[in-house]
């Protein structure tokens, strides 16, 4: 404390429970449980799978018809038979991909009494027939391609995160999508993350 009794703009504040009231009579601050304890629910989808020929979209996040998705962080590796150049794309689309050969994968919640994650996740082994309207190429990156096929021999990621915001998706027809700009990976395996909250 100083000597006006405010409190020192070094100090912290710590510990209180539900209902704890903290300053003077007249200008009191009310700690509730249900800010204290408040999280935003969270989920992770993975998959490790291969490429088709001629890549476009391999691996995407739809939104959700009750919840905003908001995308933290995307991991990407990939290996390939030759080392080669690529250019890896996040595209955001306006409508859903449609046809090709795609995994729905397991979204799993980091915590059990979150609800159930409503976002859908893919990871394609044949390229969509059909891509959804692009709305922009939200990333491009040029990266090498480690050769000898294993995951072990330098892999590139691809990362979104401790951005000023993360990538929004609202509602049931928007995307984002890790396209491989169609390029073929001869003897490629290909490891994918998504880290989303939905609200």
């Known amino acids: 404390m100083n000597g006006g009794g405010d409190l020192d703009s070094t100090m912290q504040l710590r510990g209180g429970t539900d209902q704890t009231l903290i300053g003077n009579v007249s200008d009191r601050l009310l700690v509730s449980a249900a800010i204290q304890n408040a999280t935003t629910a969270t989920y992770s989808a993975s998959n490790v799978f291969k490429l088709a020929n001629t890549a476009t979209d391999v691996f995407t996040i739809s939104g959700s018809a009750s919840k905003t998705v908001k995308i933290y962080r995307i991991l990407f590796y990939l290996t390939a038979t030759t080392g080669s150049n690529a250019t890896i794309k996040g595209i955001r689309r306006s409508a859903l991909n ?10 799993v919640t980091f915590d059990t009494t979150n609800a159930a994650a409503t976002a859908v996740v893919r990871s394609y082994t044949a390229n969509p027939s059909a891509l959804g309207a692009t709305a922009g190429d939200a990333l491009t990156f040029g990266v090498y391609v ?8 330098n ?28 390029v073929t990976f001869a003897g490629n395996s290909a490891r994918a993350t998504v880290v989303w909250t939905e609200e």
Do not use: C, D, W, Y
């Not at 892999?155 to 169609?182: D, H, K, Y």
């Open 155 to 182: 892999p590139f990621s691809l990362l979104i995160e401790n951005t000023t915001q993360p990538i929004v998706l609202r509602g049931l027809n928007e995307l984002f999508a890790v396209n491989m700009n169609s």
């Open 146 to 153: 480690s050769g000898g096929g294993t995951i072990g021999s």
């Open 98 to 107: 449609t046809g090709g050969t795609s995994s729905l994968l397991t979204k």
